[in-house]
């Protein structure tokens, strides 16, 4: 387990090396998913359950087009949030949020522009709990250049922007490896966020990097996170039941190729979702290999959109609820990650109906059950 203190934080990252960065979706699909294979240094450990932290870097044209939108070449020292000295061009590209715009950035931005900033009066009408709808409304789709291009001559003094702006903070992903099996690397699965407001196109600044401007040999900024909170069962002989739709897969791709190359004897049972099966079934071929060495004793997918009607693991799940019971009865531990604002509830509902159905019970006497699985650290959630 990874409770050790890990020589590499956030605060002082490893410079890790970019070794493999594929699309795992077809041409055909209608997202872009990554499989990326990070270096480790000797001596960097993780365990399956945890996460990697990527450090992002604002775009070069961001960073250019904040620097001519206030006017600055860049070269004018600044303090970071650490007070430690540092060059305006510096702070922009790995210190400062610079995308997306926040109330508290503009309220800030309001409050020390000078008299005669342009829309002044209405930047300050946003203020307060009052008018957080219409402030919603303004940041909404907006980054920071559009502030600054909108209202320029807010920023007098270019150590202002560390009142304006937050810190710009690492993204968080899976560990889609076991080290059993690749000690000096961690894998992750990337979904590229991609979307379309005020007329522009925008993209996620980290996924954004890894699927644009992260060339294999690149190095990038990495710190290894624990997360005692999902883990495999200690017991190795237990019955483990997973559901990860898109993204939610990676832990258990690590959870199933640490209990492969360590010979552990507890059944597998994996749930997987995504829209189209020819599209974009992640790590096809590796879960079908480890269906037939008898790694994953099931594995049941659920493509939405290969049919009228949706279809989603919560209904595969339905299908196979008497033995899912059996399963839960012979102490299977149920792990669900993935999305936490719709799936990972509707996946709790049906773990509650199932065993309502499988014990005979009522819904209350459900809940007691699952709440004693949750006790035994029996049922376990990453979702995000
Ligand atoms: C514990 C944890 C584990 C995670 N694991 C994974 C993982 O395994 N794989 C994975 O891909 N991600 C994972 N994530 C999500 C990941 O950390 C990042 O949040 C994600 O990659 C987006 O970061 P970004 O820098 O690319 O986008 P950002 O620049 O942060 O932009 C994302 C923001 O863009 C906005 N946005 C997105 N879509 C739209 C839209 N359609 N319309 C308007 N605004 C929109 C939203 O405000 C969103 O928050 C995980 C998160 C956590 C907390
Ligand atoms: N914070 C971020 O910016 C960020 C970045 C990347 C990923 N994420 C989040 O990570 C999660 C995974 O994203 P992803 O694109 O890989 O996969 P996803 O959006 O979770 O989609 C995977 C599958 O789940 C289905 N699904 C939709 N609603 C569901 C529900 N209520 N119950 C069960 N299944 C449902 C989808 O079907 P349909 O689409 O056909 O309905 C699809 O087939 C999502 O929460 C996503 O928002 C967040």
Redesign the pocket.
Known sequence: MSTETQKYTRNSPYQSTMLVNYVLTDKDSE?E?RHIELSLEEGMHYTPGDAVGILPTNRDSEVEAVLKALKYKGDEPVLDFFKKPTTLDDALRTKLHIGKLTRGSVNSYAKLAPEGTPGLDFLKSLAGQDNKSKAEEYVWGREFIDLLTEHPGGITDPQQLFTVLQRLTPRMYSIASSQAKFANTVHT???V?RYHTHNRDRQ?LC?GHLGERAPEGEVLPIFLHANAQFRLPEDTSAPVIMVG?????APFRAFLEHRQTHGHTGDNWLFF???RAAS?FLYKDEFHSMLADGTLQRLDT????DQQK?I???DRMKENSAELWQWLERGAYFYVC??????A???EQTLLDTIANGKDCSPEHALEYLNELKKAKRYQLD??
């Open positions: 997202k998913t699965t990337v979904r966020v996620g996924s739709p898109g993204t939610g897969i979702g995504e829209q974009d659920a493509f939405s959109r949706k989603y693991v919560q993935g999305d936490a604002s719709r799936m509830k509707d996946v979702v995000y």
